[in-house]
């Protein structure tokens, strides 16, 4: 029995390496071109493997974009609400908000940005968009679960803090580090406007 066991772990490995390829092929490709512009024929080619293994593996583009999902949150590495942990102050717990959702954007910024824009024709990506937006709607309420705020102001900071926000700063050749200022004082400008106003009449 030991050298079947032997021979069907050899397929095993051969099979998830062969799955490996063809993922990574199909990141690098998607990253490059897109979900749509990129053929099977052409993941087949970057992974050095015949057309029909990889639709063996995955027989629609539906099924690839699905098996790409846990690469692409490897390269995001989203943050959790355990961020906060240990933080008792509403401005600590802002500021480390716009910190990691803007570090998670200039991670994965191709892959966000190709997500949004072909959402409206690949299922797939659109499930990937709504669940990016369910994590940054689940740490915003995270971050001011202990505090009370203005009325309204949680929607406003789940705004506040989306990718497109970070892409406007790098677009004007702003640093991720500067966005974060910025948008910090934002937030708390959402979160105690009558602060802000105290503070502009300068008391």
């Known amino acids: 029995m030991a050298p079947r066991k032997y021979i069907l772990g050899k397929r095993s490995e051969s099979i998830e390496d062969m799955r490996r390829r063809i993922v990574d092929a199909t990141v690098e490709l998607h990253s490059e071109k897109g979900v749509l512009a990129t053929s099977m024929q052409d993941v087949a080619e970057r992974a050095n493997v015949a057309l029909r293994t990889v639709y063996n593996h995955y027989p629609t583009i539906e099924d690839l974009v699905g098996g790409c999902g846990q690469k692409v949150i490897e390269i995001l590495s989203p943050p959790t609400p355990t961020i906060f942990d240990g933080l008792t102050t509403v401005e600590e717990r802002m500021l480390k908000l716009v910190r990691e959702l803007f570090a998670m954007y200039e991670r994965g910024s191709v892959q966000l940005e190709v997500a949004r824009c072909e959402q409206s024709k690949v ?3 659109a499930d990937f968009v709504t669940n990016e ?3 940054r709607n689940e740490l915003v309420g995270e971050a001011l679960r202990p505090f009370e705020v203005r009325r309204g102001a949680r929607k406003e900071i789940v705004v506040l ?12 050749n702003l640093t991720t580090h500067q966005a974060v200022k910025a948008v910090y004082r934002s937030l708390m400008a959402v979160a105690y406007p009558e602060a802000v106003g105290e503070k502009g009449r300068g008391k």
Not at 161 to 172: H, L, Q, S
């Open 161 to 172: 803090t989306d990718y497109y926000v970070w892409k406007a700063f790098a677009e004007e």
């Open 133 to 135: 937006r369910v994590l």
């Open 123 to 125: 299922a797939g990506l």
